[in-house]
């Protein structure tokens, strides 16, 4: 699994072609914010700190919404993937198995089958079967778009994924608990990792909170992202 933040919002200012040139996310943010209240800047990135955090904790979150980011998701399984899509507020641009070759796919293997030996047997067994049905629609003729409904949920994948703060919030409160699934449960940790460091106004309060609730979710978060 690899998690990567491709982009991320920037602000130009009142001015777009000052010489100052773009501002971090959290600037856009607080601009916003102050916008409602019709309030001048400090000019501070502690004020700024203590005006978002400060909305956030009140609930006016409508202004993060103007904030997003765009992640590069890969190494995941279709069954996580399915899940991830599930979060409307989002746009995700998908590895089609239509038009992409699937005869030597990866595949992602679940912990409990990776460390359970005569699991992991009858895993491989099913999943090399597969490999060679498709192998074989294929020299017959069949489309990509058709032999694919062969492929399982283990099929790995890749994705990009761009939301705005206060979905990527939502998201992250939903998904980083120990209902969710453990797949994208950790895909999530590492979103969060990555966007944190660029708006830790939005995402430091609720990061503090899972980290000192669950510190095993965030174990080796880095190591693959």
Known sequence: MRVKLIA????????????????GSEALIEYAGRLCYRSTPQGTPEATARFIQKR?????????EH????????GISRACSHQLVRHRLASYSQESQRYVDMSSPDWI????????????SIWSESVEQTRQAY????????RKEDARF?????????IIMTANFRELLHIFRLRISPPAQWEIRQVCVQMLEAV????????????????ATYPSFFAGAHETG
């Open 150 to 158: 062969l492929l399982p949920n283990a099929a790995a994948t890749r």
């Open 56 to 64: 956030v904790e009140e609930g006016h979150e409508s202004i993060i």
């Open 8 to 23: 991320i919002t920037q602000f130009l200012g009142t001015d777009p072609s000052a010489a100052e040139g773009s501002r």
């Open 196 to 211: 944190y460091p660029h708006a830790p106004s939005v995402f430091g309060s609720l990061r503090d909170q899972l980290l």
């Open 67 to 74: 904030a997003s980011a765009s992640f590069e998701i890969s």
């Open 109 to 120: 293997v679940p912990e409990a089958v990776a460390n359970d030996p005569q699991a992991l």
């Open 135 to 142: 192998h074989k629609l294929r020299e017959r003729g069949i």
